[in-house]
């Protein structure tokens, strides 16, 4: 018996994903499953972003296009909008770093199981030996970016990588 098993992966790097912008920008990222998406559904805007806003003051530039003075006043923002529409028009890029996530991951990419079954009951036969196999193959992921397998190394809303269990006869005449 034996069993050979394959893991492989990727430190660092950053990927752009597609993927979670669309489903923050749809609505059908789990995250958007909340009570401002109640409330905007019902034609209500309680959603206040984080954030400023200028209370005051007035930035000046120079001929360069440098800042030259800024007397500009902050205060925390106030102002509740529809959340539908602030995930439209941001994609939450403000509270997950604009969907750039790190390619970082471990695969067990696959796994074997092998048994020889022995001579002994292959008789006189003409088979001369025969392994049985099972074969599992992308069966983990390790990885922080979610919703997306991150080794093809960029997210155009591809489909994930497939997760396969199967069986293998090695038969030798």
């Not at 923002?77 to 959340?83: D, E």
Request: aromatic share 12%.
């Amino acid at each position: 018996m034996s069993l050979r098993f394959l893991v492989d992966g990727r430190i660092g790097g950053m990927m752009y994903s597609t993927t979670n912008q669309k489903m923050w920008w749809g609505g059908t990222h789990p995250g958007t499953l909340n009570q401002y998406r109640v409330d905007a559904n019902a034609g209500l805007s309680t959603f206040i972003g984080d954030g400023v806003v200028i209370t005051g003051g007035q930035l000046t530039y120079d001929a360069d296009g440098n800042i030259a003075s800024d007397t500009r006043t902050f205060e925390k923002n106030g102002q509740a909008v529809n959340y539908i529409d602030y995930m439209t028009n941001t994609s939450n890029a403000a509270y997950n770093n604009y969907n750039y996530f790190s390619q970082t991951f471990l695969k067990l990419r696959e796994v074997a199981l092998t048994y020889r079954v022995p001579g002994k009951w292959l008789g006189k036969s003409f088979i001369k030996s025969l392994d049985v196999s099972a074969v599992g193959r992308n069966l983990l992921l390790f990885s922080d970016m979610p919703n997306v397998d991150p080794d093809p190394g960029r997210d155009d809303l591809q489909t994930p990588s497939s997760r396969s269990i199967g069986f293998n006869l090695n038969l030798r005449f």
